[in-house]
């Protein structure tokens, strides 16, 4: 069964600096999509970054990027220029390629950005 | 504009009552999913369709029920089996291509048990 991991459940930075996510997980699959959600205090669960397992390339959205690395079975969150709107609940999740379309969740990290 | 509907926003219980959590797509996807979310815990999934009129129980099914019989719609019934309704839920859909099935939700259902 796969397994994903956050093992930062807060987190605070600066405005304007950078600050990196952690996220491992656990799986015998070969292909699979792995994303990180961000979830304000509306509750609104936002997609921020996706990336496919088959890509070397890491993922970049603006002032988001990813470090995958496939083999260690790790994908980090880097925001840079963190603004105070970034402050919100950050989800790993997991989704294999094959069979059915479930995603596995990891329990989230709490970033507070501070003025 | 396309998204995903969830009513209503808050939803409140009397013990023994079933009650029904509504979430609507106009995305045209055709995989739903219902999720629990607890303070201090993830999302876990209690059921998901990926065509009408077919559904899988998730990791967390026992105590709800589930509908398919529209491809946007996708209720969830709370019962009175549920020993500890009170949560956050979140309704989600996605394609099944295989391509990039990102799965998009919506805003969120708040059901408390008095």
């Given amino acids: ?3 994903v991991t ?8 600066q405005e304007a600096e950078t600050v990196t996510l952690s996220c491992t ?5 070969s292909n699979y999509y792995l994303f990180w959600y961000k979830q304000p205090p509306s509750r609104q669960m936002i997609l921020v970054i996706r990336q496919e397992a088959y890509k070397q390339q890491n993922a970049t959205e603006n002032r988001f990027s990813v470090n995958f690395q496939k083999a260690a079975k790790s994908f980090s969150l880097k925001i840079s220029d963190s603004q105070l709107g970034d402050t919100a609940m950050y989800f790993c999740a ?5 069979g059915t379309y479930k995603y596995i969740f990891g329990t989230g990290t709490r970033l507070k950005v501070l003025a | ?23 609507e797509q106009n995305l045209n996807h055709d995989a739903m999913y219902w999720y629990r979310q607890d303070p201090g ?3 876990r ?10 559904f899988q129980k998730g990791d967390i099914a026992e105590g709800y029920s589930v509908s398919r019989e529209k491809k946007e719609s996708f209720p969830l019934t709370v019962t009175s089996a549920q020993k500890n309704p009170t949560a956050f839920y979140l309704c989600a859909s ?3 291509s295989g391509v990039t099935d990102t799965q998009y939700f919506g805003p969120g259902t708040r059901l408390t048990v008095l």
């Fill in chain 1, 6 to 13: 956050q093992s930062q459940p807060e987190m605070s930075v």
């Fill in chain 1, 25 to 29: 997980y656990d799986t015998s699959e």
């Fill in chain 1, 1 to 3: 069964a796969q397994t």
């Fill in chain 2, 45 to 54: 999934l209690i059921y998901y369709s990926q065509i009408v009129n077919d």
């Fill in chain 2, 1 to 23: 504009d396309g998204g995903i509907t969830q009513s209503p926003k808050y939803l409140f219980r009397k013990e023994g009552q079933n009650v029904t959590l509504s979430c």
């Fill in chain 2, 94 to 96: 996605s394609t099944t």
């Fill in chain 1, 94 to 98: 997991f989704m294999k390629t094959s």
């Fill in chain 2, 41 to 43: 815990q993830g999302l």
